[in-house]
């Protein structure tokens, strides 16, 4: 049959890609990409392009070559134009880890257990260094492989810059090395399988070329694939077909025709045409679990009908052709009955099997297919090796970098993967009847294989492939990489954040979410203030001002009079019955108490009694990570501190739950509602049942939160935050009552805040019984309230903060010093063990100034509001005189860095908008708050590589502007 | 060619909705309105459902539910279409195209904008379709690791179950080996379920 040729551009195609290499070797290098100037400069250095070979260069050598792939994260760090970044697909937009769900890697598959930093967005980009022998050998020895890694390892040498050992611009976050096995003549994998024969029969203008193509009729010639299929910028076989019955004739397979009139669309063009998409994978092999199952001796045809070919690579459904036969199609009945529907290799390219009619060709496969160019990684263990070698195999680790080129991830790699391996749709089957050798056994305890309807099934087994990580990639022509060479362009991570700013609709848009509608970098500096009118539907009109300038903010927090802060005592009297010592009006009384209670909150050696405080839960924490390699920064860190200080600081230690902890409203609240009364029957009374876990502990901080939504946050006043802060704040005034009137008995004991409280309302001011219970309560509250979740976000913000800077707590706070080259000294010397007390205090010195950068970047309170009630004259720092309405809200814009103009250096009296002890926030908490801070990166910086988790659960969430979740990892 | 959102996911389940214009008049020569067209080609399937007679939306065997809906908003008439399926929409269009081309043509044909080539040209009825994608906000899936055909697989082991049961207690009585070998033949017969 005469084939379309196609003219497919060899010479700009990266080597290895359309067609194999007989690479023996490899090294992988995944890069993080620090500087994106210096890195495009490499990619257009000479030394770098000798050898980023093509297609047609490839074909005339031996030695080494390399291939450049870019994740979309890699293209993000480049700079590539947004415009240009949003005409990349879904799936490669995603990347690997955020579709692990989707795909089937759950379970102990799944990214947040992946190795070092696959699955981050700190994997930018990957080169792969490949070694093409002179000569073959029917098995390379360990010398042999040796050599081929070191030649490898003088190119890498000749590329990078010989301090950091990655390219310039970059650092190597990772490396896998890969050889290929061979035994007997034949590329095996580690479970003793020959591997690498299928491949798809592509029109790359090569013909005569056995298998592995498409059908399209069942008992037609095997036809070439759509190069489209598997290089961008070509027709894939839809819009061949397409194209077919447009012309009803065949025509040419070559490059999609473009309306090059919209640049946009030309642009996309031209950056993709001639790469592909690639797939990575590591998958790690239990080769001793597989063998024992169902290798050796008698079990050895149940491997072989899990894979679907002999050891040796013969097809079980056509045995006589031998062992690299490939034009098998499972058409006929025969060969159904001999090849196991369940098998891999059957499943991963069902060829025939999804035919319907009797007629069909291979239609439902043919958008399915991947180019694999996969290679093992690890020794291999001979078939014929004795049990005890089984149990030194656990050792070390083997498997096989996955890697696989497709032109559309979701509808080829993914598609097998989630519907052909990880599910048993396509077979019509209810259990999950999974890949048996490369499935996710998670859904699946019993561990079936079942080879044919007629035979029973078998149990028991096991995974035996593990993934450990992975990404998607995309690999340019030559011509692409050039052009994202030149589009590079360096941004500033603070200006990322800086979005379009719209228009403010004085009927629907919300006054809190400035954001949107103000350039902070615009309050800074011309006349430093924002005025909005919010309106409702009725014609009512009330103003908003917003400042940022910190003289303004000075001053409007000391002008009570003007700006008060109402809002929090209407609160607070609705919740408590009483007032706290911020709600109260500035008298002679409250300054003196004020002054008391200061002093109580920060006694005489301070820092030794915080310490104390948190010593164990440091070292819960420090042990924890240690164990699990992971840990929530919210759950785990933030939350866990402020929760000891209220119990071995303030003395809150033990409300007296007795039996079952049990909030009723807490229950209410899991399942979205505030009055337990209300819960529909089956919820009430079995919470556990639908989900609903708590402590002690937990019920302590939910209804301390509950009170602090209502009273800090709740600026919108919803009604549902109102009813549940109402019923927690019954619920622990209660139990505070009783703990107090119960701590009252006993003899004081301990120095706690509680007993000094108690001891300074009955002698100071002759409190006695419940009056003296409820005016202790009251401080506690506010204490408590002040500076749990307020300190709980510090943390979270400011440790997430400082890891947007760099890959890891380290390197993100000696990128956040810059060019503070003594600040940098100090660290390091504490980093490296000096822990002497000057160091100590040093180095508290220098965190102080990171805390309050990061608080800059990302405040605990981005919005402090005021009220000025009866309206009155305001003159700004930049002596505008304001008339302010009567009824105006004035809010303090903390958050001042969107714009470019975050000043690493602020002057100290201005630090504490960030953190302040005017503003409502962390009352008196300030130095507890962080000092928290301080003990929570000190923690972290004992580990290597503290950095978010791979995938959906190491994104920072938040729930009621409240962090939520984050899972950081550390180790490799 | 391609938008940023997929559409919302619950587990393996998707969803899709578009809301198209019709076209106004008629075609060429045509007496029968756009308007009318496309009501007849609903109603046919409409009716060869209610008859039993498959449809060629049976070809794409991951869709849930589907619906039609025709709507006057006082100037233009609409297409209302959403549909739950399992899978990603980019595969769920591309079966459109690859399976079912000529019965999209005839329902979306009748409608503004609709890609002259048809729905064989993929790229630009996918550009069609995320022109006229409504973004769902919040989507229920009551199972959403369960796909229809499983449920169709589970059903029909039921019934073998059923029908097992059915036949043991018909001949009643006997002896446990024999039961027990009855047993092994249903296990052999039904284990792909």
């Known amino acids: 049959m005469d084939i379309p040729k196609c003219e497919i551009q060899l010479n700009d195609i990266q080597g290895h890609v359309i067609r194999g290499a007989k690479v023996a070797a490899s090294k992988f290098y995944f ?201 961008l910028g070509y027709c894939d076989e839809l819009q061949l077909n397409h194209k077919r019955t447009a012309n009803n004739e065949i025509v040419p397979d070559t490059l999609i025709p473009r309306d090059m009139e919209n640049p946009l669309d030309a642009a996309f063009f031209e950056l993709t045409l001639n790469g592909s998409y690639m797939v990575y994978r590591k998958l790690e092999q239990d080769v001793a679990g597989f063998r024992k199952a169902c290798g050796d001796g008698e079990h050895g045809s149940l491997a072989e009908k899990m894979v679907g070919r002999r050891y040796d690579g013969t097809p079980l459904s056509f045995p006589e052709y031998g062992d690299k036969y490939n034009e098998f199609d499972y058409g006929d009945e025969e060969q159904k009955s001999r090849c196991p529907f369940t098998s891999h290799v059957r499943r991963a390219n069902p060829r025939l099997s999804l035919a319907e009619g009797p007629e069909d060709g291979t239609q439902l496969v043919d958008q399915h297919r991947i180019i694999r160019r996969g290679i093992s990684y690890g020794n291999y263990i001979p078939m014929n090796s004795n049990t005890d070698s089984h149990q030194n195999m656990n050792e070390s680790s083997r498997g096989i970098h996955f890697i696989c080129y497709n032109a559309r991830i979701d509808s080829q790699f993914e598609f097998i993967q989630k519907h052909w391996l990880n599910s048993s749709d396509f077979m019509a089957s209810a259990s999950p009847v999974v890949d048996p050798i490369c499935g996710n056994r998670h859904q699946d305890p019993l561990g079936m294989f079942a080879a044919r309807a007629d035979e029973e099934p078998v149990f028991g087994l096991q995974q035996y492939v593990h993934v450990k990580g992975g990404e998607y990639f995309f690999t340019p022509g030559l011509h692409g990489v050039a052009l994202i060479a030149r589009l590079t362009n360096a941004i500033d991570p603070l200006l990322r954040d800086r979005n379009n700013i719209e228009l403010f609709d004085s009927l629907n848009s919300d006054p809190l979410q400035i954001e949107k509608h103000i350039d902070p970098a615009q309050l800074l500096t011309g006349k430093g203030y924002v005025k909005f009118e919010i309106e409702d539907d009725r014609g009512h009109s009330r103003p908003y001002y917003y400042f940022a300038k910190p003289e303004d903010l000075d001053a409007i927090l000391n002008a009570p009079d003007l700006f008060t802060n109402d809002h929090y005592r209407s609160s607070i009297m609705a919740l408590t019955g009483r007032d706290m010592l911020l709600s109260r009006p500035v008298t002679k009384e409250r300054e003196a108490l ?204 400011v440790i997430r903060t400082i890891l947007t800077f760099g890959i890891d707590m380290q390197s993100g706070l000696f990128n956040l010093l810059k060019d503070d080259e003594p600040s940098k000294y100090v660290l390091k010397k504490w980093l490296e063990g000096d822990d002497s007390p000057e160091s100590q205090a040093m180095v508290d010195a220098v965190l102080n100034g990171i805390i309050i950068t990061c608080l800059r970047i990302n405040p605990v309170a981005p919005l402090i509001p005021r009220y000025c009630t009866h309206g009155g004259r305001f003159v700004t720092s930049g002596h505008e005189v304001l008339d302010i309405e009567p009824g105006a809200v004035v809010i303090l814009v903390t958050k001042v860095t969107l714009g470019a103009s975050l000043m690493y250096k602020l002057p100290v009296e201005q630090e504490r908008f960030l953190f302040t002890e005017n503003s409502p926030h962390a009352c008196m908490g300030r130095q507890i708050a962080m000092f928290e801070i301080r003990a929570a990166i000190k923690v972290l910086l004992k580990f290597k590589a503290v950095r978010p988790a791979a995938g959906p659960s190491g994104q920072y969430r938040e729930k009621y502007r409240l962090p939520e979740r984050m899972i950081l990892r550390c180790g490799t | ?81 959403t549909s739950n399926y399992d899978g990603s929409m980019w595969q769920y269009l591309r079966d459109f195209s690859s399976l079912i081309a000529e019965d999209m043509d005839r329902v979306w044909g009748n409608c503004v904008g609709y890609p002259e080539g048809g729905c064989r040209d993929f790229d630009a009825f996918w550009d069609y379709v995320k022109q006229h994608q409504v973004e769902t906000d919040c989507f229920f899936a009551a199972l959403p690791g369960e796909s229809l055909r499983q449920r169709e697989a589970l059903i029909e082991f039921k019934r073998a179950f059923d029908r097992f049961v059915a036949q043991q207690l018909a001949v009643g009585g006997q002896d446990t080996d024999n039961f027990y070998r009855q047993f092994c033949l249903f296990l052999k017969q039904n284990q792909f379920y």
């Not at chain 1, 930093?117 to 990957?126: L, P, R």
């Not at chain 1, 390699?629 to 809150?652: H, Y």
């Not at chain 2, 009318?36 to 939306?57: A, C, F, K, M, W």
């Open chain 1, 31 to 231: 890069l993080v990409i620090t500087e994106p100037k210096a890195f495009a400069d490499f990619l257009k250095s000479e030394g770098f392009l000798k050898y980023l070979a093509s297609e047609q260069k490839i074909r005339e050598r031996s030695g080494a070559f390399l291939n450049i792939a870019f994740s979309f994260s890699g293209l993000e760090a480049l700079g590539l134009p947004g415009k240009l970044l949003g005409q990349f697909p879904p799936a490669f937009r995603e990347g690997m880890a955020n579709r692990s769900e989707f795909i089937g890697d759950f379970g102990s598959d799944g990214p947040t257990n992946w190795q070092g930093y696959f699955g981050t967005a700190y994997i930018h980009a990957m080169i792969a260094v490949h070694w093409i022998p002179d000569s073959r050998s029917d098995c390379w020895s360990e010398e042999q492989c040796q050599q081929h890694w070191h030649a490898i390892d003088d190119v890498w040498r000749f590329l990078v810059d010989p301090i950091s050992g990655a390219p310039a611009g970059s650092h190597c976050l990772a490396m896998e090395q890969a050889h290929v096995i061979r035994e007997g003549g034949k590329i095996k994998e580690h479970f003793g399988f020959t591997d690498g024969i299928s491949q798809p029969y592509v029109n790359d203008g090569v013909t005569c070329r056995s298998g592995g193509g498409k059908k399209t009729e069942r008992n037609g010639e095997w036809q070439p694939l759509a190069a489209g299929e598997f290089l």
């Open chain 1, 594 to 797: 004020k002054k008391h209670l200061g002093v109580l909150m920060n006694p005489a050696g301070f820092s030794d009694l915080m310490q104390a405080t948190l010593e164990s839960e440091l070292t819960e924490i420090s042990r924890q990570l240690q164990e699990n390699q992971s840990i929530d920064l919210v759950e785990g860190i933030a939350r866990r501190l402020p929760l000891a200080v209220i119990k071995n600081f303030f003395g809150v230690d033990n409300l007296g739950f007795s039996g079952e902890p049990y909030s009723p409203t807490e229950v209410a609240f899991h399942f979205g509602c505030t009055d337990f009364a209300r819960l529909p029957s089956r919820w009430k009374h079995n919470p556990k049942a639908f989900g609903f876990v708590s402590d002690q502990d937990k019920t302590l901080l939910f209804w301390i939160r509950a009170l602090f939504l209502e009273v800090f946050s709740n600026q919108y006043k919803i009604k549902f935050i109102q009813e549940l802060a109402a019923n927690a704040s019954r619920e622990l005034i209660q139990k505070m009552d009783q703990f107090i009137a119960g701590k009252m008995q006993e003899a004081a004991t301990s120095p706690s805040l509680l007993t000094q409280l108690l001891a300074l309302f009955q002698t100071e001011y002759g409190y006695q019984g419940e009056a003296l219970v409820k005016a202790v309560r009251q401080s506690l509250l506010e204490f408590m309230v002040g500076s749990t979740d307020t300190a709980a976000k510090g943390i979270a913000e």
């Open chain 2, 1 to 81: 060619m391609f938008s940023a959102q997929d559409a919302r996911f619950s587990g393996g389940v998707n969803e899709l909705t578009i809301i198209t214009t019709v076209k106004p008049g008629r075609p060429p020569g045509a007496v029968f309105t756009y308007l009318q067209q496309l009501q007849t080609v609903l109603d046919s399937v409409r009716d060869r459902e209610t008859s039993g007679v498959p449809t060629p939306i049976r070809l794409v065997s991951t869709i849930h539910f589907a619906r039609w809906i025709l709507w006057n908003d006082g100037d233009t008439n609409k297409l209302i279409f």
